[in-house]
């Protein structure tokens, strides 16, 4: 059991494959947050209840309001919330509540979004968007989410029109971790000539990606590039190819890139060097704005 | 021990990565044959020996000759034979000779091509290719050499002019299995249509790759994508774009397509949907005539 928490009104969570994160919040004030690695990923249906007791069991003394977003709502997740289709809101009407043994768990889903063509799914950054139109009202153009699954999202007149999905960061990790590139990437470090040498060749030529990936190996074992250029390189070739491909989402639009750190600014950086001046958002602040704004309409 | 080869002349190895293969040879004519998983990925520096002394200890009598190609001579493999500069022949005088402590084995081996810009390698290729030339003599043209990594080489009067490696058979089987589409990309199975679809979305749309994977994810949950036809279509993105790379290879050039069985035969029908009509050679079969090659003239 946690401490208790004085004050604590409802409890926000985001929950994704990897990770589990929750805060204490009273109105819109955070007074308390915790962590856990009990992603998704790794929960089976019973999993999901005990996981979040023992991050947060005993944060309050009675019976307390979750809401929550993510992989959580998948159908490997706790329960299914299903997919709203666009165009539509960020949080459509209705959350899912999801089955608990404690009565004093209440704990309600946030569904994720869909679009039927191109076929494409989001989960967790229905809920950022909404975030980041709370924080900025009446805000239109595009919201870059970059992650293992970076979303682009058209956001108009309060609605996500549309979205796409890149398999950017899964691929960069892949590569670099499972492939002949392990020998040749480094786990970190970082140059900034590489990406950019590496944006520029991915943007305008993707096609010749897969022959880049091994030049890094051949270069490696000819003119022994450093791994840590390797490893800014093969970022910069597909995020370059990324924003070659989603040209049509940020070109002459008002861009805004959500997350935290190091790979948010890659993004920034990439479209800066195409005269995008996109805005960077915290991603924690607009999930929890997202989450709050659930919460209130919840609470009516 | 193995069973005697009455007969045998020499002994012929194929040693990539994953597998060893070796042949007893006479001449140019094949008497008894053998494989493992001894591949140099799992064997260290000692490993080599033994492996080949498991797979043909006993098929000769006396000393033997063994003229081998592939990762066997990389600097991870036996010894190393260091890579020679194109344009070359593809098979440069000079094997590298194996330390033994069998004084029956006599081990060469013979020595992979680089390039210097865009920096690449073979080790293993430069022996079909030289195969190939046995086999067709006087031959001049593009040689495709699909699997784990793709190599296109522009082969004229005799020599390997230049070549570049695409990572394409790594990609698929790493997007497949070891990222979130092995829920949607089946093990097997095929569909050709879906295959035609990729070839022509990778073509034509080549930085648009990272997005078509996760929209395989996305059709499988949100239109029950069957997995086969998802297999087809990926392998279609992959070598579409890798099409659209090469072009300055095959374009208007005599191509042929080295290798057996299924992939080898996705090359050429991808290559005769842009009007290239392809031969296809089998890939055992010009490996053994570029060993037969190597070794006749290290007879003399």
């Given at each position: 059991m946690q401490t208790p928490v004085p004050g604590i009104e409802w409890i926000a969570v985001d929950w994704g494959t990897t990770h589990l994160r929750a805060w204490a919040v009273q109105g819109g004030t955070v007074l308390a947050r915790a962590q856990s690695?009990?992603?998704?990923?790794?929960?089976?249906?019973?999993?999901f209840e005990p996981a979040l007791s023992r991050l947060v069991?005993?944060?309050?003394a009675g019976p307390v309001t979750v809401v929550a977003c993510g992989?959580?709502?998948?159908?490997?997740?706790?329960t299914e919330a299903p997919y709203v289709a666009v165009p539509?809101?960020?949080?459509?009407q209705g959350l899912t509540r999801a089955p608990t043994t404690l009565p004093d768990l209440n704990v309600h889903i946030i569904p994720g979004l869909k679009q039927t063509a191109p076929a494409d799914v989001m989960r967790g950054e229905e809920t950022q968007i909404a975030g980041f139109l709370a924080l900025n009202p009446g805000w239109d153009g595009v919201l870059c989410h970059p992650g293992t699954h970076c979303k682009w999202a058209h956001v108009s007149a309060g609605e996500v029109v549309s979205f796409q999905t890149f398999m950017t960061g899964e691929l960069f990790a892949t590569l670099a971790?499972?492939?002949?590139?392990r020998h040749s990437v480094a786990a970190s470090g970082w140059d900034e000539d590489g990406f950019a040498q590496g944006l520029d060749e991915g943007f305008s030529r993707p096609e010749r990606l897969a022959a880049r990936f091994f030049a890094l190996r051949a270069e490696a074992l000819l003119?022994?590039?450093s791994p840590q250029v390797a490893r800014a390189r093969l970022s910069g070739l597909l995020i370059g190819a990324e924003l070659a491909a989603a040209k049509p989402y940020w070109l002459g639009q008002n861009v805004a890139v959500i997350g935290e750190g190091a790979v948010a600014g890659l993004y920034v950086r990439a479209l800066a060097a195409h005269s995008v001046h996109a805005t960077q958002a915290v991603g924690e602040a607009v999930t929890l704005a997202g989450l709050t704004a659930a919460w209130r309409r919840l609470k009516g």
């Open positions: 690695d009990d992603g998704m990923g790794r929960l089976g249906r019973d999993g069991g005993g944060w309050a992989m959580v709502g998948s159908r490997q997740g706790w539509c809101p960020p949080l459509p971790g499972q492939t002949v590139l003119n022994d590039l």
